[in-house]
């Protein structure tokens, strides 16, 4: 499936050269290897996509009906559990991410198809009387063409969240990964092929973001655009998506706080925030990388994170036992090691991690840092890295005052034995998500998405449907005579 091999794009219903023929030589982050060849999109092929996509609204994929999308979903989901290992392995090997990590991602992308396969059932409209000469009922119809443009971070989940609303609404979808991390999706457009999609509801174009990305969203062809990146991306895309008045979700980044009480149960807390900030080596757009303290147990906490950090098994991602991977490129790890040294610059201490180590691959050690005021740009940046800025609080209010002291509000989670303060604390936290006495985040059926410059919409629920749903109104004149209303 993988080594050597040269990957098309997917492009109606096929795996294609590109229009120029470019290729991309994709290594595998961890070792520096060699792993494929992959196209490498650019315009004519967005042109070639988008049009695809349109001809599978209008013929085939256009009228199949719902039961029959929501078999296909589930027909998808079969075919992703069937290969399940080895799009693990072809995920680890493309993103450096470690195994244990990715076969639950590719169960998690076939979880949100299944879901969606099921909530095809509350799509909809709803009839209204007027009285007796008026007949109101309303359709829900699919938005069109999306362009749907992921991160590197999560490929095959990225992937998974955003076909199976759309798929499921009965839109068609041209699908961007990053072009270093497109191989899983590649996988997944094949499988949905063979599932049964037709021709065209499914187009995947590996291609660089500033340039064929900012095409395809511009493209007069696309209907909808669904983003998942960072916020400076975010907001370029919402500048050129507003130029077609483009329907727009977009996800974005996030710098959010894990809040520890001196009330908590620490033996337990303490690891489970070592686990999230530190699972898929921080590069996560939820990760929980202010670790906010409350200052009688700051000292013990940090030291029990420190020590936790010391524990997790980092190295081969392909070794079922790794709980730390490569992160994505040498050029990614770079930048995250320059923010530490950043923050060391403004005043934080290094209490673990914090050196690139000598060897192959793009490895970075799970990194505490103490001593952060949360004005610090390691407080206040997205670093995507496996680095920790741990900052005392004094009490409830303070808790609030800095945790919502960010631009960013995407998750929250909030550690204390007193139940009424974890609801409190979930009403004045200003984040999409809050979780109280938990580190878990995202499932499908619990709403997903950002405040603030963490974006707009919400994945994995229901009412992510009516994204790419529109609602047509149809009148109807129930009257017994034919209306006059000029009374010519
Ligand atoms: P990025 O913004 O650099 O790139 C994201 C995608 O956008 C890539 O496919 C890229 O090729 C494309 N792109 C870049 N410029 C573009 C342009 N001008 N027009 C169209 N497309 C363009 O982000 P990244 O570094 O790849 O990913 C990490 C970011 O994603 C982090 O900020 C992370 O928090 C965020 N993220 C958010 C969520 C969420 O659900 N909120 C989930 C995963 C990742």
């Known amino acids: 499936m993988t080594a050597g091999r040269v990957h098309g794009l997917f492009v109606g219903g096929e795996l294609v050269e590109a229009a120029s023929g470019e290729l991309r030589e994709l290594s595998e982050p961890a070792t520096g290897a060699p792993l494929a060849r992959c196209a490498l999109a650019g315009e004519a092929d967005v042109d070639r996509a988008v049009a695809a996509a349109r001809g599978a609204l209008d013929g085939r994929w256009g009228k199949t009906p719902p039961p029959e999308r929501s078999r296909l979903l589930h027909a998808?989901?079969?075919?992703?559990?069937?290969?399940?290992?080895?799009?693990?392995?072809?995920?680890?090997?493309?993103?450096?991410?470690?195994?244990?990590?990715?076969?639950?991602?590719?169960?998690?992308?076939?979880?949100?198809?299944?879901?969606?396969?099921?909530?095809?059932?509350?799509?909809?409209?709803?009839?209204?009387?007027?009285?007796?000469?008026?007949?109101?009922?309303?359709?829900?119809?699919?938005?069109?063409?999306?362009?749907?443009?992921?991160?590197?971070?999560?490929?095959?989940?990225?992937?998974?969240?955003?076909?199976?609303?759309?798929?499921?609404?009965?839109?068609?979808?041209?699908?961007?990964?990053?072009?270093?991390?497109?191989?899983?999706?590649?996988?997944?457009?094949?499988?949905?092929?063979?599932?049964?999609?037709?021709?065209?509801?499914?187009?995947?174009?590996?291609?660089?973001?500033?340039?064929?990305?900012?095409?395809?969203?511009?493209?007069?062809?696309?209907?909808?655009?669904?983003?998942?990146?960072?916020?400076?991306?975010?907001?370029?895309?919402?500048?050129?998506?507003?130029?077609?008045?483009?329907?727009?979700?977009?996800?974005?980044?996030?710098?959010?706080?894990?809040?520890?009480?001196?009330?908590?149960?620490?033996?337990?807390?303490?690891?489970?925030?070592?686990?999230?900030?530190?699972?898929?080596?921080?590069?996560?757009?939820?990760?929980?990388?202010?670790?906010?303290?409350?200052?009688?147990?700051?000292?013990?906490?940090?030291?029990?994170?420190?020590?936790?950090?010391?524990?997790?098994?980092?190295?081969?991602?392909?070794?079922?036992?790794?709980?730390?991977?490569?992160?994505?490129?040498?050029?990614?790890?770079?930048?995250?090691?320059?923010?530490?040294?950043?923050?060391?610059e403004e005043g934080a201490e290094v209490v673990c991690g914090g050196g690139i180590p000598d060897g192959p691959g793009a490895f970075y050690p799970a990194t505490v840092l103490a001593s952060v005021d949360n004005a610090m740009t390691v407080a206040q940046e997205e670093i995507f890295g496996p680095v920790v800025s741990a900052i005392p609080f004094e009490d409830e209010d303070d808790a609030v005052r800095i945790a919502n002291d960010v631009r960013y509000g995407l998750f929250a989670t909030v550690w204390t034995g007193d139940p009424g303060r974890g609801h409190r604390l979930a009403q004045r936290i200003r984040a999409g998500q809050v979780g109280v006495n938990t580190p878990f985040t995202a499932r499908p059926g619990i709403p997903f998405g950002g405040y603030k410059q963490s974006g707009f919409?919400?994945?994995?629920?229901l009412e992510t449907l009516e994204a790419y749903l529109e609602t047509k109104s149809v009148l109807v004149g129930i009257g017994a005579r034919t209306p006059n209303p000029f009374g010519l």
């Open 76 to 344: 998808l989901a079969d075919a992703i559990e069937a290969e399940r290992d080895a799009l693990a392995e072809l995920e680890t090997r493309n993103t450096g991410k470690p195994i244990s990590s990715t076969g639950g991602e590719v169960a998690g992308a076939a979880e949100v198809l299944r879901y969606y396969a099921s909530g095809i059932a509350s799509i909809q409209g709803r009839a209204t009387p007027f009285g007796s000469s008026l007949l109101h009922y309303s359709l829900k119809e699919p938005v069109g063409v999306c362009a749907q443009i992921v991160p590197w971070n999560y490929p095959i989940l990225m992937a998974g969240w955003r076909l199976a609303p759309a798929l499921a609404a009965g839109c068609a979808v041209v699908l961007k990964p990053d072009p270093q991390t497109p191989l899983t999706a590649l996988r997944v457009a094949e499988l949905a092929a063979a599932a049964g999609f037709p021709a065209g509801a499914v187009n995947v174009l590996p291609a660089d973001g500033p340039t064929t990305g900012a095409y395809l969203v511009s493209h007069p062809g696309v209907d909808k655009v669904a983003f998942t990146g960072s916020t400076r991306t975010g907001a370029e895309v919402m500048r050129l998506a507003a130029a077609g008045i483009k329907r727009l979700t977009l996800e974005l980044g996030g710098k959010s706080p894990n809040v520890v009480f001196a009330d908590a149960p620490l033996p337990e807390v303490i690891p489970a925030s070592a686990w999230a900030v530190y699972a898929s080596a921080g590069q996560s757009c939820e990760c929980r990388s202010r670790l906010l303290v409350e200052r009688s147990v700051y000292d013990e906490v940090v030291a029990g994170v420190a020590a936790a950090a010391g524990r997790i098994r980092a190295g081969d991602p392909l070794d079922p036992e790794t709980q730390l991977g490569s992160l994505s490129s040498r050029a990614h790890r770079d930048r995250v090691h320059g923010f530490v040294a950043a923050g060391v």
């Open 457 to 461: 919409g919400r994945e994995l629920a």
